[in-house]
């Protein structure tokens, strides 16, 4: 099994910047896909952004040009580096890993314990 923990959520103010990093137990060079969702209070848990094993990034539209989603490989660490933050930017965010195996194919989903992020004034 994959253990990821995360960190670096706290309370921001509107306009403000948070770092979350997710750091994985094995070689996240081994991991097909890994991302970021949130879960805001009364809501549906919603990607937030993906970086795949060849360095290929999504986001979601409403945190697209606002926050980076990396990769530092000899860290075993992926990161979110979230800017101009806005109130409706507080959720629970989860770090995901995804490991695909062909040609079954199989999918294994692994999850992290969630770090608050609150954005308010």
């Known amino acids: 099994q994959v253990q990821l923990v995360e960190s670096g959520g706290g309370l921001v103010e509107p306009g403000g910047s948070l770092r979350l990093s997710c750091a994985a137990s094995?070689?996240?060079?081994?991991?097909?896909?890994m991302g970021w969702y949130r879960q805001a209070p009364g809501k549906q848990r919603e990607l937030v952004a993906t970086?795949?094993?060849?360095?290929?990034?999504n986001y979601a539209d409403s945190v697209r040009g606002r926050f980076t989603i990396s990769r530092d490989n000899a860290k075993n660490t992926v990161y979110l580096q979230m800017i101009s933050l806005k109130p409706e930017d507080t959720a629970v965010y989860y770090c995901?890993?995804?490991?695909?195996?062909?040609?079954?194919?199989?999918?294994?989903?692994?999850w992290g314990q969630g770090t608050q992020v609150t954005v308010s004034s």
């Open positions: 094995i070689s996240i060079a081994s991991i097909s896909v």
């Open positions: 970086i795949t094993s060849t360095g290929s990034t």
């Open positions: 995901n890993a995804r490991i695909i195996t062909v040609p079954a194919p199989r999918v294994s989903d692994y």
